[in-house]
Nanobody, 127 residues
Framework: QVQLVESGGGSLQAGGSLRLSCVASGYSYSRYCMGWFRQAPGKEREGVASIDSVGTITYEDSVKGRFTISQDRNKNTLYLQMNSLKPEDTATYYC?????????????????????WGQGTLVTVSS
């Protein structure tokens, strides 16, 4: 059974930093591209960043230079370091796994289009 469990969300003021973590289990972690999506209230879920099995990274334009995606394959754990947070970054952040995840970065995605999702972790940034 595939499980993706996120942690690290919270509330903070603009300009602050957070690190999200996602622990994966129940499948062969190295076979899939991993990534982070976010969904703000009333908006569609969109891809923020992805990293594949060879370390190729893709970012959505609005987070370039502020967010850093990384992974520890020995721990089956994915991270998202978020710096210089803005109120518009407020959303529920989801960890995801899919062979083609990179294609969804910067695009809206339906839930059924991705192999596996975490339960989400809320990030709230106040001005």
């Amino acid at each position: 059974q595939v499980q993706l469990v996120e942690s690290g969300g919270g509330s903070l003021q603009a300009g602050g930093s957070l690190r999200l973590s996602c622990v994966a289990s129940g499948y062969s972690y190295s076979r899939y591209c991993m990534g982070w999506f976010r969904q703000a209230p009333g908006k569609e879920r969109e891809g923020v960043a992805s990293i594949d099995s060879v370390g190729t990274i893709t970012y959505e334009d609005s987070v370039k230079g502020r967010f850093t995606i990384s992974q520890d394959r020995n721990k089956n754990t994915l991270y998202l370091q978020m710096n210089s947070l803005k109120p518009e970054d407020t959303a529920t952040y989801y960890c995801a796994a899919d062979p083609n995840l990179r294609l969804w970065v910067g695009r809206s995605v339906g839930v059924l289009a991705v192999y596996a999702w975490g339960q989400g972790t809320l990030v709230t940034v106040s001005s």
